[in-house]
């Protein structure tokens, strides 16, 4: 089982990787609008590696056409972005226009995200008793605010997770309902709750747009000192942009896992920490071999050795 996801999650990252490139030096070369190219090209990544995820799981046709389906919706939001970023790029703009479109584009795609999972993947509301729950636990964890419960199907994402500014909404996998007992959930959901009253929606947006704000002048800096010019599309300059824009990523993701430790903490806190443990240990155990292009969380591992310790110190 290891060694296959292993090989899963390498053909999938490398097929990826491979195709990513593949897109960087077309627009380079010929300069597309890429607008077009992105959305082409999106739309084939998505079909390939939707082909190759149920050859891989040989999986039946119908759970390949779910897949799909699962990889559209993790993709759209990358759409977004390539429409985006060509029409802004026949506007007049600078610096600071820029980072303020980056803004707008952040907010809608935070809050076109609960809309278009409810959309594609069957919504629904809870049943009665995770209902019940989760209201519970927002009276326990003191939370006023108007965030909601909804219920999702999907084959790749076996998770809980949160999204939305404008109408936050906590989104379980309907398949966790089976999967967890009700002291399971009610602790992912304690972890959910946790990242909605940590602000952590706009703590990602605002270390989003302090990447950008970072990042481009930064790379304009560096190349320019050396004597380049950002418009050859040098190899030179390919390979600056793509370890920049790599360092900066890992920092973005040291943030993101911060949150999630702090999110385990406050819900092993509000619920039995042993509760939690068995809910992480059965969902990672659940999307293992499902392909995760970014690890925003940290390790099992490191998730169980925290909240043990946060335990033992707040337990003596
Ligand atoms: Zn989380």
Redesign the pocket.
């Known amino acids: 089982m290891e060694n296959s996801s292993l090989l899963y999650n390498l053909v999938i990252y490398s097929l990826a990787a491979i195709l990513m490139a593949l897109f960087v030096l077309i627009e380079i070369r010929y300069k597309f609008n890429p607008a077009v190219t992105g959305l082409i090209f999106f739309i084939a990544v998505t079909l390939l590696l939707s082909l190759v995820d149920s050859a891989l799981r040989k999986r039946s046709r119908s759970e390949a056409l779910k897949s799909f389906k699962d990889f559209t919706f993790s993709y759209f939001e990358f759409y977004l972005i390539f429409i985006f970023a060509a029409v802004s790029s026949y506007l007049p703009h600078n610096f600071f226009t820029d980072l303020s479109a980056m803004f707008v584009l952040l907010f809608v795609i935070v809050n076109l995200f609960p809309l278009m999972l409810d959309a594609s993947s069957g919504g629904k509301d809870p049943p009665q008793y995770l209902r019940r729950i989760f209201e519970d636990m927002k009276a326990k964890m003191d939370i006023k605010g108007n965030v909601r419960l909804r219920i999702f199907e999907s084959s790749l994402m076996k998770t809980a997770l949160l999204g939305g500014l404008i109408r936050p909404t906590v989104f379980i996998n309907e398949d966790l309902l089976s999967m967890l007992s009700e002291d399971e959930l009610r602790s992912v959901i304690a972890?959910?709750l946790a990242?909605y009253k940590g602000g952590d929606l706009i703590r990602y947006m605002g270390y989003t747009l302090l990447i950008y704000a970072v990042l481009t002048p930064l790379f304009k800096f560096i190349v320019s000192s050396a004597g380049l010019s950002p418009q050859s599309g040098s190899v030179t300059v390919l390979l600056l942009f793509i370890i920049l824009f790599l360092g900066t990523l890992s920092a973005f993701l040291i943030l993101i896992r911060r949150k999630?430790v702090r999110?385990d903490l406050i819900a092993a806190t509000y619920t039995n920490p042993e509760d939690l443990i068995n809910a992480l240990i059965k969902l990672y155990k659940a999307s293992e071999g499902a392909p995760s292009f970014l690890p925003t969380?940290p390790s099992l591992e490191k998730r169980i050795e925290f909240i043990k310790r946060a335990n033992r110190d707040v337990g003596g």
Request: zero cysteines; a negative charge; hydrophobic letters at 15%.
């Open positions: 972890h959910e990242h999630e999110a969380h």
